[in-house]
């Protein structure tokens, strides 16, 4: 089957299409991928749903695989709302 993984980096993001067996994972699709994950990187998903690493893929599925926030949204709001007083 044909996946294509998607790597979110800061300023780009990378992907790589690949031909996996039958009955393969998110998982393995990551590691067939060969992007060099940092420990930040937990968050996956496939089409903009997050998905645990044991999700089977179908043909054509896109795994993506997210970066960590660079600050809490919550955090954000409140900054932008000092700057704005």
Known sequence: MRIEVVYARAR???AVRLELPAGAT???AILA???RLKEENRAFGIFGKR???DQPLADGDR???Y???AIDP???RRRR???KA
Do not use: N, P, W, Y
């Open 12 to 14: 780009q993001a990378q």
């Open 26 to 28: 998110l998982r393995d």
């Open 51 to 53: 998905a645990r690493l």
């Open 74 to 76: 919550k955090e954000a």
């Open 67 to 69: 970066r960590a926030l």
């Open 81 to 83: 709302a000092v700057r």
């Open 63 to 65: 795994v993506e695989i």
């Open 33 to 35: 991928s060969g992007f």
